[in-house]
């Protein structure tokens, strides 16, 4: 027991720390992770399943403050951003923590609900999830003011939609594209259209004071949890594919019920993913896939090992990163924001191409160049979605086969 404790104690300590380097994941760990033959495989599950969980909380930082997501947060930017741009950025972090906790409770609460019934629930609701898919992608196009905007929506969503697909269908591991297909949609047009408009950093609240209603704060994590929870267990729908559908679903364009709902989806999608495995027998992300790799058999009782540890680690992380969120408050306060947003883009861009090459870094310039044309031509951003949502409706229709022949031969 003493041996997990400190295994906790660590993977949260690494977390954080790696959580705050733009563009880092955890998939760039597990590999050295696995090697660690030397501990006990529960020391290491708990070890692995601590890191996850604070790395994912602590990405909100860098993702809100600098405007450099990872992959997971890439859609939170452009909420954040804004509440930054308006001296709030550490009330925006806050509700991302706020929300977190909130999730996780949720999270256990639908768990142990549901987990006897779980895997009859999840192969039925499988074989429906094209329709309301195809229905939020229409809803949203139609809902632009005006026949010019929703045309301007429409090829907006279909050209983000086809650099998607051809991203996801390359020979390249797709795990990795994903970085330069996000950042670049919303990382790098957020920093470009931030140097052209010469934006600045106000001065910044530290007030612990949230302006959203403690009702609203409830409902939207609830939104986001069973968001998350569709994300944590179906197959080609994503966390930012479900912060879109969510969005538009139920309305949330304040950008406080937003930053709630994304951080909501990231938690609970963790959770449900690590423990996709005992529920209905499915590595659900690569965190999973490294627990399947490491136990002889997902029983009950390491079912049970998830949960004390995702709350000891939630526990820990959050007030550590409250208190670093205030020092980034004042690190972006004196620094020359052009000189900031310069110093990120050509981050991002060195981390694309050490990842992915020089096809990255092409995802990474025609994407970000697809984002700021939607800035351009005053449409919502999220259409950008299109990246992953017609893949994903392509999947579930059966019609990517035929593209592929279309594009590929």
């Known amino acids: 027991m003493i041996e997990e404790i400190i295994a906790v104690f660590f993977g949260v300590f690494l977390g ?35 890191f996850a969980v604070s790395q994912l909380i602590a990405q909100f930082i860098p993702s809100i403050f600098l405007g450099a997501p990872s992959e997971i947060t890439s859609i939170s930017v452009l909420p954040g951003h804004k509440l930054l ?16 906790i909130l999730s996780m409770f949720f999270s256990f609460l639908i768990i142990f609900t549901i987990h006897q019934n779980f895997k009859e629930f999840y192969h039925k609701i499988r074989d429906y999830i094209f329709y309301p898919i195809l229905f939020i992608v229409i809803f949203t196009i139609l809902a632009e003011n005006g026949l010019k905007k929703i045309i301007m929506s429409l090829f907006i969503f279909l050209i983000s939609g086809l650099v998607g697909f051809i991203t996801l269908n390359s020979p390249y591991p ?30 910044q609240n530290l007030s612990e004071q949230i302006n959203i209603k403690k009702i609203d704060l409830i409902k939207s994590s609830l939104i986001g949890t069973l968001s998350g929870l569709l994300v944590g267990f179906l197959p080609g729908v994503g966390v930012s594919q479900a912060a879109v559908l969510a969005q538009s679903l139920f309305g949330l364009y304040d950008p406080r019920f937003f ?12 959770i449900f993913s690590l423990n996709s495995l005992y529920l209905v027998g499915n590595p659900r992300s690569g965190t999973s896939v490294a627990l399947q790799k490491i136990l002889d058999e997902f ?17 820990l992380s959050i007030p550590i990163l409250l208190h670093i969120s205030k020092k980034f408050t004042k690190f972006v306060e004196k620094i020359n924001y052009v000189f900031l947003n310069v110093g990120i883009i050509c981050f991002l861009s060195i981390l694309t ?9 092409i995802i990474f310039i025609t994407c970000g160049a697809i984002g700021v044309l939607a800035v351009e031509l005053k449409i919502k951003r999220s259409h950008c979605m299109g990246c992953l949502l017609l893949p994903t409706l392509l999947f579930f229709s059966g019609k990517n086969v035929l593209l592929l022949n279309i594009l590929f031969g």
């Open 174 to 203: 797709s795990s990795n594209l994903m970085f330069p297909l996000l950042a670049g949609f919303f990382g790098l047009s957020t920093l470009l259209v931030s140097l052209k408009e010469k934006s600045y950093i106000p001065e």
């Open 299 to 315: 029983n009950f009782s390491t079912f049970l090992l998830l949960f004390p540890t995702i709350l000891i680690s939630v526990g």
């Open 259 to 270: 930053l709630s709902t994304i951080s909501s989806i990231n938690l609970s999608n963790e």
């Open 85 to 100: 741009l308006e001296g709030k950025g550490y009330e925006a972090v806050k509700i991302c923590f706020i929300s977190c």
């Open 16 to 50: 954080i720390l790696t959580g705050l380097l733009p563009g880092m994941s955890i998939n760039n760990f597990l590999p050295i992770f696995l090697t660690l033959t030397i501990f006990s495989q529960e020391t290491l599950v708990v070890f692995i399943v601590s």
């Open 353 to 361: 191409l050490i990842f992915t090459g020089i096809f990255g870094m």
